[in-house]
């Protein structure tokens, strides 16, 4: 049997990432501003990275408690959390349900021109997510968060001009609004522009410039770049070739219930590929990738699986090229 490759992500995903907060909202609101805010705002940080590495557990953790006494930017972002399957099993009744409840308060928020509250008013907008789906109101409130240099806007709206959502596709206004977010370190931007530059579109191919994107990204521990920085190194891609470095990467994602890195982890421990070959630790990945409908892990799990035994064949042991 061939051996095994591993995917590299692919598209870019409308989604509230890791980057900084505007000036207005970065120092924590008085008491009595909003119900849950100083939690909200502890969640915010290890959310986007906000002097501290991303901890998505401890956010989810804080936006619950938020949640509980009525905070509704936390139900929002609890919402798309489920919604994306982001640190949790993705749940859309669960996300529907948080965010009907979530949007009213959302957008009187968006309304007092709190730039946190009208990217998430946006993204909801844009995914149809507690409210109808509209492009043209999704481009607006995108538009509003990002006039106020909100990075996280920025590159939500260069994934709009990107994927042509609400507008026709333009790559090179894609590019111009992810590098304006890159340059103010929002480690989603650096990853989506990593992808640009990794396939060639609306830049140049530059593989090397890819790969110095990813690593800034996967700094601030964002999980699509740790996956396409590991997939670099598995196959010796503008960085030297060095399996370790891709499993600890793809696990550093994993660990983040990153679909698309635990079915690569799974790939590396069936090929035995920077880590011991162990194909209960494969299965273990490949079947936690596929509860999430990565089609690459489903078949990968069948292969594997086949005739209620783990063994179907000759796989490759220890070459990993």
Same mark, same amino acid.
């Given at each position: ?8 992500? +692919? ?18 609101? $008085? ?21 501290? $590495? +991303?901890?998505? $557990?401890?956010?989810? %953790?804080?936006?619950?408690?938020a949640a509980a ?49 009208? +990217? ?14 509209? $492009? ?6 995108? %538009? ?23 507008v026709p596709a ?26 640009? #530059? #990794? ?50 990467? #793809?696990?550093?994602a994993a660990d ?12 590396? #421990? ?27 892990? +489903? ?23």
């Amino acid at each position: 049997m061939s051996y095994n490759l591993s995917p590299i992500v +692919i598209s870019s995903l409308l989604i509230l990432g890791s980057t900084g907060l505007p000036p207005k909202v970065q120092a924590a609101p $008085p008491d009595g501003f909003a119900p849950g805010a100083n939690l909200f705002q502890q969640g915010w940080k290890y959310d986007q990275g906000l002097g501290t $590495p +991303i901890n998505i $557990p401890e956010a989810f %953790r804080l936006y619950q408690q938020a949640a509980a006494v009525g905070n509704s930017l936390a139900k929002g972002r609890l919402a798309r959390f489920y919604f994306s399957g982001n640190g949790v099993q993705t749940d859309e009744g669960q996300a529907a349900r948080l965010a009907r409840d979530a949007f009213p308060g959302v957008l009187q928020s968006a309304e007092q021109n709190d730039a946190v509250a009208q +990217i998430m008013v946006g993204t909801m907008y844009a995914d149809g997510l507690g409210v109808a789906r509209d $492009p043209t109101e999704a481009l607006r409130w995108l %538009r509003k968060a990002a006039d106020q240099n909100l990075p996280l806007a920025q590159a939500n709206l260069g994934v709009v001009y990107e994927n042509g959502e609400g507008v026709p596709a333009d790559l090179s206004e894609a590019v111009k609004w992810f590098r304006a977010a890159a340059a103010q370190n929002s480690a989603m931007a650096q990853a989506y522009l990593g992808d640009l #530059y #990794y396939h060639g579109r609306g830049v140049r191919r530059d593989e090397f410039e890819a790969a110095r994107l990813y690593r800034l990204s996967a700094a601030q521990n964002f999980a699509h770049a740790e996956t396409n920085l590991g997939y670099l190194y598995e196959h010796g891609c503008a960085v030297r070739w060095d399996p370790c470095e891709a499993a600890r990467l #793809y696990r550093l994602a994993a660990d983040q219930n990153f679909a698309v890195a635990q079915a690569n982890l799974g790939t590396m #421990y069936e090929n035995g590929c920077g880590v011991p070959r162990d194909l209960n630790e494969a299965v273990k990945w490949y079947q936690r990738a596929a509860a999430q409908g990565d089609a690459n892990a +489903i078949e990968d799990l069948r292969v594997l699986t086949c005739l209620n035994r783990y063994y179907c064949g000759p796989r490759v042991t220890s070459w990993c090229r």
